[in-house]
């Protein structure tokens, strides 16, 4: 029979519109809340896709509901070991890490109370978008979880464990939190103790892998610029056909009984900061008074408007103070630290901060902090909205919590909170018999406080709808040609200034701009100690016209951040604001760069919080080797701007710092000489750009034209040396080993994949196979290779690094000496170089996809007189290597471990404690 072809063709429809029908059956929309929406599969997966074509990246979370709170007896640290196992590999994935270089990934794994997740933020191409979702759906069921990685894995993370230790702030918080909590395990560190980490049975991790790794207590959200059907398509394929285990999962809460007095916690190690905390008990996440007790947070520890921070800092009783509460899916807690140098008051420092807590119930919040507060909440809240690559892992915490809504109801519920609704929750909660902090005090009448449980959360975010979302932007091809061709660059005569900007529509109408002053010789620069750099600090601490507090409070109302660094002449300031807000924001901006107050109070607040940060570190294995590795290697006389400090010089120039040297550094060194530059990418009108610089910068003015500071390449000081820091469970080793190349020079791009391959990637550098995978002596340890990029000097270095137990020295030491030994001897395979081309090519175009990365570039390249075609020859030079140009470099540059600049810090057995002046050879 003859067929018809149009009835053909329609057949072949209808069967194609089935087919695809069948497919997407399996998938059920299930929510939509401004932009992001909720997708289930049948075997109860959820996934959220957020499309934001503007970021050019795309990230790939997935938050498994599962973490430290679901541990038994014996297990304790089980959720965050099971997170370093699971990148141990799978059948179809065996080297992890290796896939995550060569595909130039940006990932991480974290575990907290409710959850552990895992994340990879990529360049948006259909090949990686494939590749991630393949990677974790195969992690999902068939991770090894070998007894032969869990034999190497735990000391890494018992590693990990100690370096915690190291640090009384740390130990502390462990304590009062777990002193806090007679039952729940909230009460419990999530890295755990160390013999549950080194005992843990390999049987109990894999039923606990095969418990809560599984489609029903996941949930997977997709970020960034991706097409959403083709997205579905692949998630169903890769995640459809995975089913859950027999075993139901069963969620019993603990129920934490109300604190029935005041607990006292005390700590006595080596040490030189002294430290105070607090500790409230508070309700979930998800219940309407966490909104409440954040916004009494931010009232307490707001800088500088906050009562804490204005009792104890203001008064200079302590050097600093911080504060967090964990939004969970249980009742948890609010936790405050409080920093005292050693020559303060620890009594009055306490006497203070217990006072007012305690006498909040007399002292409501007012309307005035309230507002503040609520901007400032709102304002944070409103950036991570706008960032989609950070929004994915955001999530989590309200997806382990519960569920991702629950972000937006927060957030809904900060802004519609009222006095009342403060005050009656500052009275329930801060009161002395739900706190912990270090005394016994007996009382006939006890106060309680009973903490309790959500009710009805799947009521509550069911039927929410939120509001309009942000538009998904613009799809911006990150290319080098596509770059160089949508740049707009020249000068603006009239304020002297080079621009470089990118007109493109982003998430939220975002534009991400920076401004660069730079002034002054090496002979201005001469003996300025850390002035320098407390110009910049002081910078928004207030304006002739404005306190420090009005500059806050319009920064929280114009949703925007201005930052400032300053060293050496050069001054930065970076914005992060709304096409809306923007020239209010750089109004702003100006008037804190040209009037800036310097009041003296601030500068003793800033004087207090780095001498306490100086004394805190001064028995830190880390901080020790970076400062003697820069007195070995000292190649500048004292006085000059690259002159390295010792701790006692950087004290005494910290104390040396006066308003008066602040006041003429700002007049000598800030303005417009010959070299400014400003870049803007985003939402702009470029007119006002124009206007408002010209306007605002023509008459501020420099008369020291600047000179980049000589750098000349320096070799480095043969040596291997020990320093003893006593009672420290971590130790460090740091290395060092210059060379003279600059990115002109033909060698550079071998020395890119060289320097990968050798100490770079994630977990997979030669370096880290070798002392954490293979050896697992080591939590974190690797290399870099940093080349100058200047087109006039050619210093350049080479590192190396490990953390480690002060036991594992020798292993440490044998590791770095075989590698280098064997990467200069044996060179590198193909296999390496594909990988690391791959990686270095794809983390290049992560880099230029984020537009605080992108506008460094263009300033560098602005800079050094040179375009996005310099990038891009180097990476078409990159991508033409052989195993044979890399080995070659290889062996010109690199040297054996004896030649190298080595540090070795911590706790070492059978050595004197010494002078970090004294040099012991090995």
């Known amino acids: ?176 939190i777990s002193a806090s909590f007679l039952w729940h395990n909230y009460g419990q560190s999530t890295i755990g103790n160390r013999s549950d980490i080194e005992r843990v049975p390999i049987d109990n991790l894999k039923a606990f892998y095969k418990k809560y790794y599984r489609p029903d207590n996941a949930v997977l959200m997709i970020t960034g610029k991706f097409d959403k059907n083709k997205t579905l398509e692949l998630v169903q394929k890769k995640f459809g056909p995975l ?49 409440a007790l954040s916004i009494i947070e931010n009232v307490l520890t707001d800088q500088p408007s906050g009562r804490l921070y204005k009792a104890l800092i203001d008064s200079q009783k302590a050097s600093s103070i911080w504060s967090f509460a964990p939004f969970t899916k249980e009742p948890s807690f609010m936790y405050f630290n409080m920093d005292i140098p050693s020559e303060k008051s620890y009594e009055e420092a306490e006497k203070t901060m217990l006072t007012l807590f305690d006498e909040l119930k007399d002292n409501p919040i007012t309307q005035e902090e309230l507002k503040r507060a609520k901007a400032n909440l709102l304002k944070e809240m409103d950036e991570i909205f706008r960032n989609s690559s950070y929004l994915g892992t955001y999530m989590s915490e309200f997806i382990g919590a519960g569920d991702w809504r629950l972000a937006f109801i927060h957030r809904d519920r900060v802004e519609e909170a009222t006095l009342e609704q403060i005050n009656n929750a500052l009275k329930k909660y801060f009161i002395p018999t739900n706190r912990t902090v270090g005394r016994f005090v007996p009382t006939k009448n006890p106060v309680r406080v009973g903490i309790p449980h959500t009710d009805g959360l799947d009521e509550l975010v069911a039927n929410y709808k939120g509001r309009e979302g942000y538009a998904a932007g613009e799809a911006f091809d990150v290319s080098y040609d596509n770059i160089q061709q949508r740049l707009e660059q020249g000068k603006w005569e009239k304020s002297g200034i080079d621009y470089g900007l990118i007109k493109k529509d982003n998430r939220g109408k975002t534009v991400y701009l920076n401004f660069a002053m730079r002034n002054g010789t090496v002979d201005d620069l001469m003996n300025k100690g850390m ?48 096409e809306e807000n923007l020239m209010e924001t750089l109004a702003l901006a100006a008037d804190m760069l040209k009037n800036p107050a310097f009041p003296e ?149 071998a020395l890119q994949i060289a320097g990968s391959i050798f100490g770079g990637g994630f977990l997979n550098s030669r370096i880290a196979e070798r002392l954490r995978q293979k050896d697992g002596v080591s939590y974190g340890a690797g290399g870099d290779v940093t080349v100058d990029d200047s087109n006039k000097e050619k210093n350049s270095s080479m590192s190396i690094y490990a953390i480690y137990a002060p036991d594992n020295e020798d292993k440490v ?39 605080n990365e992108l506008a460094s570039a263009i300033n560098n390249n602005i800079f050094f007189e040179r375009d996005m075609m310099f990038q891009k020859g180097i990476e078409e030079k990159v991508k033409k290597l052989t195993v044979e140009d890399v080995n070659a470099i290889i062996k010109k540059y690199f040297k054996p471990i004896t030649e190298w600049t080595v540090v070795n810090a911590g706790d070492f057995k059978n050595m004197l404690e010494v002078s970090k002046d004294d040099k012991l050879k090995n």
Not at 247 to 268: A, N
Not at 640 to 648: I, Q
Not at 824 to 851: C, F, H, P, S
Request: glycine letters at 6%; a negative charge.
């Open 1 to 176: 029979m003859k067929a018809n072809f149009k009835t053909i063709n329609r057949i072949f429809l209808i069967t194609l519109f089935i087919a695809s029908f069948v497919s997407y059956a399996q998938i059920k929309q299930t929510a939509s809340v401004e932009g992001i929406t909720e997708y289930q599969l049948d075997n109860g997966l959820k996934v959220l896709l957020f499309p934001d074509n503007s970021a050019q990246t795309i990230t790939v979370n997935i938050t498994y509901k599962v973490g430290s709170r679901h541990e038994g007896y014996g297990e304790k640290g089980m959720a965050h070991l099971l997170e370093h196992l699971v990148f141990k590999g799978t059948p179809n994935h065996p080297d992890i890490p290796q896939e995550l270089t060569s595909h130039g990934a940006r990932p991480n794994g974290t575990t907290w109370y409710d959850r552990t997740n895992y994340f990879e933020t990529f360049n948006a191409t259909d090949e990686n978008l494939d590749w991630a979702l393949d990677l974790e759906a195969d992690r999902m069921v068939n991770s090894y979880i070998a007894k032969k990685d869990l034999e190497s894995e735990f000391s890494v993370v018992r590693n990990e464990f100690e370096a915690g230790e190291n640090s009384p702030t740390n130990v502390l918080m462990k304590q009062v």
């Open 243 to 291: 089913k859950n285990p027999p075993l139901p999962l069963r969620d019993v809460p603990t129920i934490e009984p109300p604190q029935d007095g005041e607990r006292m916690v005390k700590l006595e190690r080596v040490g030189d900061l002294q430290v105070m905390a607090a500790l409230y008990h508070t309700p979930a996440g998800s219940h309407e008074d966490y909104a």
């Open 531 to 578: 002035t320098a750099s407390y110009v910049a600090s002081m910078l928004n601490k207030g304006t002739k016209t404005k306190t420090r507090q009005e500059i806050e409070d319009k920064l929280s109302e114009l949703k925007s951040s201005i930052y400032f660094g300053g060293n050496n002449g050069k001054i930065f300031t970076y914005i992060n604001s709304k």
């Open 601 to 749: 109070e601030e500068l003793e607040k800033i004087r207090v919080q780095d001498l306490a940060n100086i004394e805190m570190n001064k028995s830190e294995p880390g901080y020790q080797a970076s400062v003697r590795m820069g007195q070995i290697n000292q190649n500048y006389p004292k006085g000059h701007p690259l002159y390295n400090m010792t701790t006692e010089e950087r004290e005494e120039a910290i104390k040396a710092v006066t308003i008066e040297d602040m006041k003429k550094y700002h007049s000598d060194f800030y303005g417009i000489s010959n070299n400014a530059t400003v870049i803007a990418i985003g939402n702009y009108d470029e007119e006002k750009l124009k206007n408002f610089f010209d306007t605002e910068f023509s008459g501020f003015k420099s008369d020291k034209p600047f000179t980049q500071i000589p750098q000349n390449f320096h070799p480095v000081k043969p040596a291997n040396e020990k320093i003893k820091t006593p009672d420290k469970k971590n130790a460090i080793t740091v290395g060092t080993l210059t060379f003279e190349c600059n990115q002109y020079n033909d060698d550079y791009p």
């Open 813 to 851: 030491q044998l590791g770095f000496k075989e590698e280098i030994d064997r990467f200069i001897a044996d060179g590198i395979t193909q296999e390496e170089l594909d990988n690391a081309i791959n990686g270095w090519v794809e983390a290049q175009a992560v880099g230029r996809a984020k537009d």
